[in-house]
Each structure stands twice: as C-alpha cells, then as structure tokens.
C-alpha cells in the first residue's frame, strides 16, 4: 500500500517505475508546469528533498535542471544557485560551491545565504582573505549576522596562525639551508670526491669528467630525500664531519652499518668493537677475528681495489683523495679476510674485470 501516493507515509527515496507507476505519472505531471516558473519551483522543491535526505549529487542534479529553465523570477533563481553551492559543499566540491555562491549574489546581491555558502566554502580552502571578504560583503547586507562573524573571526584567527607558522617555517628553512651550506664547505675544504648512484652506474668515464655543482653535491648526499641511513653525514660540535660507513661482507653476502663513524676514528676501533668478543652470526667459519680482517675499497675511477691500513682514520681515507668517491653519502668499504682463499678470488676476478 505504501507504492500507492495517497496512502504513503513518507516521500519515497527512489521511485520504481515498475512497482509504482503512479508515483512516476505524478512525477511527469508536477513537470509539465505551463510555465517555465512552475518548473524549476517544482525541481526546486524535490531538491531540497533530496538535500534533506543527504542525497548531494542527486539534489545538484535536479537544481540544475531547475536553472535550465531559464523562468524569469530572479529571487527563484538566486535560490537554486544558493542551494546548489550547498550541495556542493557537501560533496566537497568547494570552486564549485563558489561559483553558485558567485552567481547567486550577482543576481540577487542582497540574498543572504550566499555570502554565507561563499565564506563556508573559502573557509574549507584556506582562503582566509577571500573568506573574510565574503563576510564583509555580507554584513553590508546584514550587519548582526552572527553566522557571518563567527566566520570571519575564524578565518582571522587562522590567517594570523597561518602566517605566524610560515613565519616560523622559513626560519627552519634558512637554518637547514645554513647547516647544508656549512656541511658542504666542510666537505669541498677535504676535497672529498662525491657522486649519486645515478651517476655512478654511468660509469668511469663521466665520473672523470663531473663537475659539482650545489645542486649536484647535495643530491649526492641526499639531504633532500628519504635515506634509508637514518642519519646522513653531519657536521659535531667541533666542525667535524660524521658519516654512515657501511661494510659489505661478499663472502657471505652482509652488510652493515655504522651509523656514526666520525672522520677521527680508526678502522680498528670499529673493528675490535664489533668482532673483539664474538663471532659474527653468518661468519660460519669462525675466520672473522680482530687480527685477519683486511678493509677494502673500490676504486671507480681505476676500476680497481685499494686496501686500507686498519689504523688509518676514515679521514686519512676519504679526504683529499683522488681514488676514493663516496656514493650516494654512504662511504662504504669491503671486509675480507686475510690470505682466505675467497679474498684471493674476488680481488683477482674484479681487478681483471
């Protein structure tokens, strides 16, 4: 009974023309207005039905189909915009609510209601100046609206925020830009050879040939970009410089890394730290002790390897060098075992690749 119109309770949310054909008949009639006024009164009225019912899209539907009308009486029109910015706003189509709210005022400038959807909506961008303005103008139509004030308040209040957090932003801006400025002079003084892995897969040739720049030195760093090192190379207290180094371990296919292996530290140090008391896991041969390991670099420029006295500093290393390059901000550095025969093989396969 409840598909017949004369005995229904509540408007229903979507009409089926199979099961209620006079609901569908009804419909066709309340459009069939002799007069282009009547029309979008009607579409008018069921879209604020649908508003009511939360149904956004469908409501912006049919207040579309009232302006196609094109009826003469203004006020009708000015409405149809304005409650179309509404249902705009709900789906979070905000420049769209906007240009509802726009042209409502334009036809009416006194309709309220506009003013309000236009601030509501510039709220929603952030758009504290155009906000503040919609309210202004609004309260030219109604000086007491408190909607009106409550929004304009607001968007006073974040706009002051907002500038105050910018504020504080480019602060943060020009010290990290002055501490990348003093890490990469103190890099450029040690006359330290840097290159992205980019550049390094292009091989020898263009690594003879680069030339840093800034750009080039802190993309080589990566002080710009996730690192999975949890820390890039740093500047202490007393000016020196701090890195990730990591050791691969080929034979066993490991690696490792040391968060902060200052410029001053010895390899050895590190060394007796992290194999003076125990073997390591994967070192199944037990051949990883403080008094056989050798530490290893590749040369990319000579295609060859160099290896590195345990009781140089990685300073002695890395600074002022014309054969050792840090990839990608990480130097990084080969463990072998002396006189193993796995040594005796990588050395000679890669020297003669």
């Given at each position: 009974i409840e598909q017949i119109p004369l005995f229904m309770t509540k408007p229903p949310t979507e009409i089926d023309p199979v099961n209620s054909p006079g609901l569908v008949a009804l419909q066709e009639l309340k459009y069939k207005e002799d007069t282009p006024e009547g029309r979008a009164l009607a579409y008018k009225e069921d879209g604020n039905e649908l508003f009511k019912?939360?149904?956004?899209?469908?409501?912006?539907?049919?207040?579309?189909?009232?302006?196609?009308q094109q009826c003469s009486d203004q006020l009708l029109n000015a409405v149809l915009y304005c409650n179309r910015a509404a249902a705009n706003y709900h789906l979070g189509n905000m420049r769209s609510s906007i240009l509802d709210a726009t042209e409502s005022k334009k036809i009416k400038p006194d309709h309220l209601k506009a003013y309000i959807r236009g601030a509501e909506a510039n709220m929603?961008?952030?758009?504290?100046?155009?906000?503040?303005?919609?309210?202004?103008?609004g309260l030219q139509v109604d000086p007491i609206n408190s909607k009106l004030k409550e929004?304009?308040?607001k968007a006073t209040q974040d706009k002051k925020k907002y500038e105050r957090d910018q504020r504080k932003q480019k602060i943060v801006d020009k010290e990290k830009i002055d501490i990348q400025r003093n890490l990469i002079d103190a890099i450029q003084r040690r006359g330290i050879q840097l290159v992205s892995s980019q550049e390094r897969a292009r091989g020898t040739r263009h690594l003879k040939e680069k030339k840093d720049d800034l750009h080039t030195i802190i993309d080589s760093l990566h002080?710009?970009?996730?690192?999975?090192?949890s820390k890039p190379v740093h500047l202490d207290e007393q000016d020196k410089l701090v890195w990730p180094v990591m050791f691969l371990y080929p034979e066993y296919g490991q690696s490792e890394v040391i968060l902060e292996f200052h410029e001053?530290?010895?390899?050895?140090?590190?060394?007796?730290?992290?194999?003076?008391?125990?073997?390591?896991?994967?070192?199944?041969k037990r051949e990883y002790t403080t008094d056989k390991i050798?530490?290893?670099y590749e040369d990319l420029v000579k295609c060859s390897y160099i290896q590195v006295s345990k009781d140089s500093t990685l300073g002695d290393v890395i600074n002022h060098s014309k054969r050792y390059v840090v990839v990608s901000g990480t130097p990084t550095f080969i463990v072998l075992v002396t006189n193993s025969d796995f040594k005796n093989q990588f050395i000679k396969i890669n020297d003669n690749h």
């Open positions: 019912q939360k149904k956004y899209k469908n409501a912006v539907k049919v207040y579309s189909e009232g302006l196609k929603r961008l952030n758009e504290y100046d155009e906000t503040i303005t919609w309210c202004d103008d929004l304009r308040i002080l710009t970009d996730a690192n999975p090192i001053k530290s010895r390899f050895v140090d590190h060394i007796n730290v992290m194999f003076g008391d125990e073997f390591a896991p994967w070192d199944v050798e530490i290893w």
